[in-house]
């Protein structure tokens, strides 16, 4: 057994009871606490929500652990791989922001960012064509687009819906709808990019990232590794700023919005 393969966690009836217990005591917060978006008697959408992706996750990564092998040496694999990695995201993201038929245009924040990156990439020489380099670069880089697309979607979207009377008066003003959108919806969505801020502030300080220390455990140099981790963080605030920015855009022009009231007391 290798020295990476020793120091990670094993793979036993400990780990598995320790996990059902963190995702118990997770989800028991979230119940006790009443950690809902509303205030409801019994908010036990959380709860339940964090026990389904919990148990998805294990689904998931059991189905990833069987398949990575193929996926990583045929192009064929590796090209399903990343088509299916967009094509979940686009729909978590799209779904947490609305649930009308513009769900789908959070494809644009995602591609933005992370297809421009990938490229440079490729294109320098820096990544090779292989997915066992790729597709984790590229998981990265899509997930934080996905947080930074729902973090700005939503909190515009609800500053949007709460300052619908500042809006009005900005047109009254002469404002054109989309600038005065924009003025609503934009400081509130820049709210998105402060996680990814903080992790970069406080890197080798507060934490140490994933992609620092599982190349110190694959037994590279803490220079390598270091050098990996902060391309990795710099692409990351890259793909979220250019993510939140093209979500804003698309809410303030009203490509990207949600139902009415209206419309949505008659559809339930």
């Not at 597709?135 to 515009?156: D, F, M, Q």
């Not at 002469?174 to 801020?197: C, K, N, Q, T, W």
């Amino acid at each position: 057994m290798t020295l990476s393969a020793r120091s990670l966690l094993p793979v036993n009836i400990t780990l598995g009871v320790l996990l059902v217990v963190l995702l118990a005591v997770a989800a028991g917060a979230a119940w006790f606490f009443r950690l809902s978006p509303d205030s409801s008697d019994s908010p036990a959408g959380r709860p339940r929500e964090i026990l389904v992706a919990g148990v998805r996750a294990a689904a998931q990564l059991a189905v990833v652990s069987l398949i990575i092998t193929w996926a990583v040496t045929r192009a064929a694999g590796l090209a399903a791989f990343l088509v299916v990695m967009f094509t979940v995201a686009v729909r978590t993201a799209g779904r947490r922001l609305t649930s009308n038929h513009t769900w789908w245009l959070t494809a644009a924040p995602l591609a933005a960012g992370v297809v421009p990156t990938v490229t440079a990439l490729l294109l320098t020489g820096l990544v090779p064509l292989k997915g066992l380099v790729l597709i984790p670069i590229t998981g990265i880089l899509i997930g934080g687009a996905l947080t930074a697309t729902v973090l700005a979607g939503r909190r515009a979207l609800d500053q949007l819906e709460q300052r619908r009377g500042e809006v009005e008066a900005a047109m009254a003003l002469g404002f054109f709808d989309r600038d005065a959108r924009m003025e609503i919806a934009r400081p509130a969505a820049s709210d998105a990019l402060l996680p990814g801020l903080d992790q970069t502030r406080t890197v080798g300080l507060v934490t140490l990232p994933g992609a620092f220390v599982g190349m110190l455990l694959g037994g590279a140099s803490p220079m390598m590794a270091g050098a990996a981790q902060l391309f990795v963080l710099i692409a990351l605030m890259a793909v979220q700023a250019v993510a939140v920015a093209v979500t804003v855009e698309l809410i303030a022009r009203r490509r990207l919005f949600r139902p009415a009231r209206a419309e949505t007391g008659r559809a339930s």
